[in-house]
């Protein structure tokens, strides 16, 4: 039976500003959801595998390739020049939106994925050696995992996992304990995207900082969701999608202390990453620009930087306080559905709900949802230690995004409902 806290971080939440937004002219800003699935109007509650794309995000994507079709950097033509200009500007938007601090740089990358396994090729691997130790969490998505195990693996060095509870939280002073003289770097989910589980990472950091170690963060399901200030988190390392932020697929960036970046070697070479070739001698670019080799996904870096702008009209803190009102109505919705097991009571969420229900595969239920229009993640999220954790081979997971209202919650409420008829 469904076991619910109380606890979800709506304490300081007001409402007046929750009315001084008009959702429904947010959710009229999304094209997609004016579409039927199966005969029925699309409840989309994805968000954490993908989020969905405003029609400013789509027509700054198109803008490019219909206007501003041109390579960048290198080119003295008009064309050239204003792609160059907007994608540089979209630069400028990350460190406005995350208040990257003075002294780091915002590297273009195709993801997280990629930014986290930069950051272990690049600056971890050449100090690595056997039986040092990188320390992560047992909440992490395999994107920041396996890169880890990967390199513990090749090296000889280990990893060392922080477990979290049955409410799916981590204490930061059980990591503290976890390090120790051999630990040389820390990697994080600020939230985990199984669970919602927003960690604090705060107090981690300052407890890795305390020792001389770096730390990353990945920010894949933090940054859309919730402030994120990187001036007072003081992360050495903070990568996030764009894709999850309400921007295109293939583009993400990694926000880096200027003095890790200079001790990096690239471990991707090419164009636009050099000053000068020659057959006996290589300069590398001027940072950011020597880890971004080749030609970059022009479009989707500009495009990011138009969804980032949209979430900074919103105001991420309206939009925190949105969400969070939708989890809590999800919690209290959940508690009349008979046998429902929720995966992740965490005292500290963002909008994810993930459930079980007795005796029905995820899978099933999610077929099931999706004839009823509503589509939901079905499956270990990519995330398989966690379900491990918990004893289950998988979860039903509901995402909410800045699109979502209340009814889209009723209809993932009828839709469980209408699988325990049909399967229970």
């Keep these: 039976m469904l076991n619910m806290t109380p606890s979800t971080p709506t304490a300081n939440l007001h409402p007046e500003s929750r009315a001084k937004k008009n959702w429904d002219k947010v959710r009229a800003d999304f094209p997609a959801l004016d579409q039927e699935v199966h005969g029925k109007a699309l409840c989309y509650l994805d968000s954490a595998a993908t989020a969905l794309k405003p029609q400013a995000v789509i027509d ?19 064309l050239s020049q204003r792609a160059t200009v907007a994608y540089e500007k979209a630069r400028d938007t990350v460190k406005r939106f995350l208040n990257a601090p003075q002294g780091s740089h915002s590297v273009f990358v195709r993801g997280t994925t990629e930014a986290i396994n930069l950051v272990a090729q690049s600056f971890v691997a050449p100090q690595l050696k056997a039986g040092d130790e990188i320390l992560i969490t047992e909440l992490e998505h395999h994107s920041n995992l396996v890169p880890w195990w990967l390199l513990c693996k090749n090296t000889g060095a280990k990893l060392v996992v922080l477990p979290f509870d049955d409410k799916g939280q981590v204490d930061p002073a059980e990591f503290e304990a976890k390090l120790s003289e051999k630990t040389r770097f820390v990697s994080l989910c600020h939230v985990s995207n199984a669970l919602g589980t927003v960690l604090p990472v705060k107090a981690m950091i300052d407890a890795a900082h305390a020792r001389g170690l770096p730390v990353l963060l990945d920010g894949a399901q933090a940054l859309p969701h919730l402030p994120v200030d990187l001036s007072a988190l003081d992360a050495d390392f903070y990568a996030f999608s764009a894709h999850k932020a309400y921007g295109p697929t293939g583009s993400g960036v990694l926000v880096a202390k200027t003095r890790w970046l200079e001790q990096m070697q690239p471990y991707q070479s090419g164009g636009d990453m050099i000053k000068s070739v020659s057959f006996s001698e290589v300069i590398f670019n001027d940072l950011p620009h020597r880890f971004e080799a080749g030609t970059p996904n022009i479009a989707g870096v500009i495009g990011m930087g138009a969804a980032l702008e949209y979430l900074e009209k919103l105001g991420m803190q309206t939009v925190f306080e949105h969400e969070q009102a939708l989890l809590t109505y999800a919690h209290e919705k959940l508690k009349a559905i008979p046998n429902v097991r929720l995966v992740g009571q965490a005292a500290q969420k963002v909008g994810v709900v993930s459930v079980v229900l007795e005796g029905i595969h995820p899978h099933d239920i999610g077929t099931v949802l999706d004839m009823d229009g509503v589509a939901i993640r079905a499956g270990h999220h990519c995330a398989q230690p966690v379900m491990e ?17 209340e009814s889209d919650v009723d209809r993932f409420i009828d839709g469980l409902q209408h699988a325990q008829e049909l399967l229970g």
């Design 389 to 405: 954790h918990f004893g289950v081979p998988a979860t039903v997971r509901a995402s909410f995004g800045i699109y979502n209202t």
């Design 60 to 78: 700054s994507v198109l803008n490019v390739y219909a206007k501003d079709c041109a390579n960048i950097h290198r080119g003295v033509h008009m």
